[in-house]
């Protein structure tokens, strides 16, 4: 197992086992970030997620949201900003996050760690961005 891949999985864990229900992600980001991760981009509905990180990159497949051929749901921001705050008040797991995304017409998403924010994409290049808080506001 490379430098990159044990970093990024401690750093996961160390977020996971401290993680709060409410704010969960913020704090998840930083963690990642303090651990050298710059990027992490998702690519819906396939569920891979590519991380950026300072000892190299690495990438992870996660189980893949639909299969087969699937028409592309058009970008809906209404949807997804519910999503996204039904998420941040703890009441979503990440998968149904990651479904609800896909349902509002999410193709990818990029995490900017070093710039705190998240731009969700359409696949016509449709965005959503939005700034999220450094944990503890420090």
Request: hydrophobic content about 40%; glycine content about 8%; charged content about 25%.
């Amino acid at each position: 197992m490379s430098k990159a891949i044990e970093n990024l999985k401690a750093a996961q864990q160390r977020a996971m086992s401290n993680r709060p229900k409410v704010g969960g992600f913020p704090y998840l980001a930083d963690t990642l970030r303090r651990a050298g991760v710059t990027r992490n981009v998702w690519f819906l509905p396939a569920c891979e997620s590519l991380y950026l990180t300072e000892d190299g990159p690495v990438v992870v497949q996660g189980t893949p949201l639909v299969s087969g051929a699937v028409d592309v749901p058009s970008f809906d921001e209404h949807a997804l900003v519910k999503a996204l705050r039904i998420d941040q008040r703890g009441e979503s797991s990440f998968p149904e996050f990651l479904a609800a995304s896909w349902r509002a017409g999410v193709v990818r998403y990029d995490v900017d760690l070093m710039a705190r924010t998240v731009t969700y994409y359409g696949c016509h290049d449709e965005k959503y961005v939005e700034e999220y808080p450094v944990p503890g506001g420090q």
